[in-house]
């Protein structure tokens, strides 16, 4: 990483010429109708000139002059492999990687050494404008002041994405500012998200909930909520990683009818892994949602508390195939399945979503 | 026909149609604070001073001017889409001349500060289509840039074009 630090250590921009000098300039060299040198021309006009071209013609701009190379810099819309936000209390980077290559912006100690605080400055603010990314990941490994919401908010405000990844490592109160800031004015229909509330940390049911509400429509949709309400549960599972959390049904929970709905609704592809508070009709009802979708691949994964799952076999109108502990609803006109299976622990498995014509759920590949 | 009076940098007087400083932010702005459009008021004998924008450029302005009469104006931000901008073939080949020379370069600082926004668009992209499928140092050759890279440091950034390619 820190070989590529010196990329940001760009010169100090040339001072705009004025008319004044663009004219003295001209009266030299009208005499020998020598060519005139475009470095006249404010960085406004060249950023404009610049901007006609593409990615890969761009690219000789870096080699031309240290002040083209900056602007081409500032300029934006670069394309990266990876974007990578890592918000620790030791330190704080943003990095873009393409190809190998790491650019960054940091504040904090890093390998042993300290630099300032990241601060709002002009350069810091474009430094991923109008960027691409294949990936963005995000870690929050500390609490989020406000200030430090809005900082990483306005850094990636115009940054896109295929894919977004959201780890949760600390308690965290601006989460709930920063993530949906990234969904906004974005076209996320073929977006994969992942949000993973890390075990080992206390996090609040609700406001993950409140976020999980202000998705948009994604492709796919992972969520972790590997929640530990308890002290030395989750000291072990920082120490020695497994632990059963679905022994259970109580503690705080990730998904509810509301946020089922909600999911099923905006996804094609939902994977949640977390303790749940839904009821049988609100199960039924997000079952409802797949069945009237016209989507021919669909599935919505979840773990819904057993009594519920009972409940809902129990139901003299559904009539359930069952073997051992699994269960299956098939409904033949919308192809769509709906089954259960038994997990150790307070919790059932539960997905619902299209099959082929032998009945089968149509498998996902991860892409 | 309303003609009002442009009045170059080096003092030289261009009576232009009314019509056709619509095309000029600046200068509509002017017009109307100068209230050049009132019946009472006689747009001849105000002419409006340019010290920024020197004769012979502004002569090139007001022939684009009149050429791009009645022209629409694309308005708001359009930064996303000019990378489909085609240079016009007269527009071409009213650059052209002096491509790669002052001239162009003036015209191009005259239509910002006089805001026009076609012409500020077009000549920017006729600059732009001259860096096309050339290197640095072509691009530096050609627009009178002076190599300010030591040797060391073009290597490292040649690397580095390397590792983006």
């Known amino acids: 990483m820190l070989s590529s630090l010196k990329k940001k250590m760009l010169p100090n921009r040339s001072k705009k010429p004025t008319l004044f000098d663009l004219l003295k300039k001209e009266d030299d060299e009208e005499k020998t109708q020598a060519q005139a040198s475009i470095s006249v021309l404010p960085d406004d006009l060249l950023l404009m000139i610049f901007d006609n071209l593409s990615m890969e013609e761009r690219t000789p701009l870096g080699t031309t002059c240290k002040r083209f190379r900056e602007l081409d810099f500032e300029l934006g819309k670069r394309k990266f492999d990876s974007i990578y936000v890592n918000w620790s209390k030791k330190c704080h980077h943003f990095t873009g990687r393409v190809a190998g290559i790491d650019y960054n912006i940091y504040g904090g100690t890093i390998e042993g050494k300290v630099y300032p605080h990241l601060q709002a400055t002009r350069h810091n603010l474009r430094f991923f404008r109008k960027a691409f990314a294949k990936q963005l990941i995000i870690s929050f490994a500390m609490k989020l002041d406000k200030s430090e919401a809005e900082l990483i908010s306005s850094i990636l405000k115009t940054v896109t994405f295929r894919e977004l990844g959201v780890f949760f490592e600390a308690t965290n109160e601006y989460d709930a500012d920063v993530i949906p800031s990234l969904f906004k004015h974005r076209d996320l229909e073929l977006a994969k998200v992942t949000l993973c509330w890390k075990r080992s940390f206390f996090h609040d049911g609700k406001r993950a909930r409140n976020l999980v509400m202000k998705l948009p429509p994604v492709k796919k949709l992972q969520i972790e909520f590997e929640y530990s309400d308890n002290k030395f549960k989750r000291f072990l599972n920082k120490k020695f990683g497994l632990f059963n959390e679905f022994a259970t049904v109580d503690g705080e929970y990730v998904l509810d009818d509301a946020t089922l709905q909600h999911i099923t609704s905006n996804t094609n592809h939902a994977v949640i892994v977390g303790k749940s508070k839904c009821s049988a009709q609100g199960i039924l009802n997000a079952f409802k949602i797949v069945r009237q979708s016209p989507l021919e691949k669909k599935l919505v994964f979840f773990f819904a508390p057993r009594p519920i799952i009972e409940e809902i076999i129990s139901m003299p109108n559904l009539c359930f195939d069952n073997y051992d502990w699994n269960h299956d609803l098939i409904d033949r006109s919308s192809k769509s399945l709906l089954a259960f299976s038994e997990k150790t622990g307070a919790f059932c498995t539960v997905s619902m979503g299209k099959v082929d014509e032998n009945g089968k759920m149509i498998s996902w590949n991860i892409d | ?165």
């Open chain 2, 1 to 165: 026909m309303v003609l009002i009076t442009l009045v170059s940098s080096d003092e030289q007087n261009f009576p232009v149609e009314r019509e056709l400083l619509k095309q000029s932010g600046t200068i509509e702005t002017l017009i109307v604070n100068m209230n050049l459009d009132d019946e009472d008021t006689d747009a001849a004998a105000m002419p409006i001073p340019l010290p920024n924008v020197k004769g012979d450029v502004l002569e090139k302005v007001i022939q684009w001017m009149e050429h791009h009469k009645g022209d629409p104006v694309k308005e708001g931000d359009n930064e996303d889409n000019n990378a489909e901008i085609v240079v016009p073939q007269w527009d071409d080949d009213f650059f052209k001349p002096a491509m790669y020379g002052s001239k162009h370069l003036e015209l191009t600082v005259a239509a910002s500060y006089l805001d026009i926004k076609n012409l500020l668009t077009l000549s920017c992209k006729a600059i732009s289509n001259t860096f096309k499928g050339k290197t640095g140092p072509q691009i530096r050759e050609e627009w009178g840039v002076p190599n300010e890279f030591t040797p060391e440091e073009e290597e490292a950034i040649r690397k580095e074009n390397e590792w983006s390619e």
